[in-house]
T-cell receptor, first 113, second 111 residues
Framework: EPEVTQTPSHQVTQMGQEVILRCVPI?????FYWYRQILGQKVEFLVS????????KSEIFDDQFSVERPDGSNFTLKIRSTKLEDSAMYFC???????????FGPGTRLTVT | RKEVEQDPGPFNVPEGATVAFNCTYS??????FFWYRQDCRKEPKLLMS???SGNEDGRFTAQLNRASQYISLLIRDSKLSDSATYLC????????????FGTGTRLTIIP
């Protein structure tokens, strides 16, 4: 069964450093999303992406964040200058055109020290 | 009022019992709902969709009450493997929109 994959599974970085989180969505999906979940809190939407453009972004997704689809398979989330409060699980999700169900990757645990 | 609200629990239920929990929502716009389950430190996994009045899948039944703005999930004959956090999730009815998550209800099935 096709699945969303994410790398790395765990990333430790120092405050102020740049990180890039990588995702490979399901191959025939065209809509991609990033969500995050701070430990003990709910899953929160960050950004949606379609046709090489951001479709929607939340208030969390400020100028420190960017997304890119550098090739036909990868979808990346970049945080330019990490803060302590960026520590969270980051989930990538994808879905088919016109579909409601989103399928999530296993997540990247980001720890900012 | 939060868009999607859930009782965080925990619900501690003996194996074999039936358990039900609700989720209330505040936005009356056209929308659909899902139940996802999330195991500790894992990704949310789609459990069931809740379209129109409800949906049943084996031991799981989900219902939507638009007049009272709540969704319920019923688990019959609960198994140890049902222990997880159950997330109530909303999406607008335009497809490919963002998901809005509740805080989740923690369920533990006791042997």
């Amino acid at each position: 069964e096709p699945e969303v994959t994410q790398t790395p599974s765990h990333q430790v970085t120092q405050m102020g450093q740049e990180v890039i989180l990588r995702c490979v969505p399901i191959s025939n999906h065209l809509y991609f999303y990033w969500y995050r979940q701070i430990l003990g809190q709910k899953v929160e939407f960050l950004v949606s992406f379609y046709n090489n453009e951001i479709s929607e972004k939340s208030e969390i997704f400020d100028d420190q964040f960017s997304v890119e689809r550098p090739d036909g398979s990868n979808f990346t989330l970049k945080i330019r200058s990490t803060k302590l409060e960026d520590s969270a699980m980051y989930f990538c999700a994808s879905t088919q055109t016109g579909a409601y169900e989103q399928y999530f990757g296993p997540g990247t645990r980001l720890t900012v020290t | 009022r939060k868009e999607v609200e859930q009782d965080p629990g925990p619900f501690n239920v003996p194996e074999g019992a039936t358990v039900a929990f609700n989720c209330t929502y505040s936005n009356s716009a056209s929308q659909s709902f899902f139940w996802y389950r999330q195991d500790c430190r894992k990704e949310p996994k789609l459990l069931m969709s809740v379209y129109s009045s409800g949906n049943e899948d084996g031991r799981f039944t989900a219902q939507l009450n638009r007049a009272s703005q709540y969704i319920s999930l019923l688990i019959r004959d609960s198994k140890l493997s049902d222990s997880a956090t159950y997330l109530c999730v909303r999406i607008s009815n335009f497809g490919n929109e963002k998901l809005t998550f509740g805080t989740g209800t923690r369920l533990t099935i006791i042997p």
